[in-house]
């Protein structure tokens, strides 16, 4: 069973933007903190961006600026904004959920591709 689902990736060309959204279970919405990965062929997976609070977020250096990450309380999800793409942001993205009860466990989502046209 998927625990964390992604939509929101696609096609665009360089400078447009997406929203990407992770839906996740209300029991796992609110035990876990949230974040975004990303891996690009032949390349290791990466923190993109972490949420931690309403006023506060850590985000890759790659893409301040650029993205953004929020959360909608009462729709158990976490997004993803991405404005100004770059041809360097084409990887498949994934939704991360690491438990704040049980620190070892966490759970990921099967990913969406993104893909940035030069």
């Known amino acids: 069973q998927v625990q964390l689902v992604e939509s929101g990736g696609g096609l665009v060309q360089a400078g447009g933007s997406l929203r990407l959204s992770c839906a996740a279970s209300?029991?796992?919405?609110?035990?876990?903190?949230m974040g975004w990965y990303r891996q690009a062929p032949g390349k290791q997976r990466e923190l993109v961006a972490l949420?931690?609070?309403?006023?506060?977020?850590n985000v890759a250096d790659s893409v301040k600026g650029r993205f953004t990450i929020s959360r909608d309380n009462a729709k158990n999800t976490v997004y993803l904004q991405m404005n100004s793409l770059k041809p360097e942001d084409t990887a498949v993205y994934y939704c991360?959920?690491?438990?704040?009860?049980?620190?070892?466990?966490?759970?990921w989502g099967k990913g969406t591709l993104v893909t940035v046209s030069s």
């Open positions: 991360n959920a690491r438990s704040r009860i049980s620190s070892i466990l966490e759970f």
């Open positions: 209300s029991t796992i919405f609110s035990t876990t903190n």
């Open positions: 949420f931690v609070s309403e006023d506060s977020a």
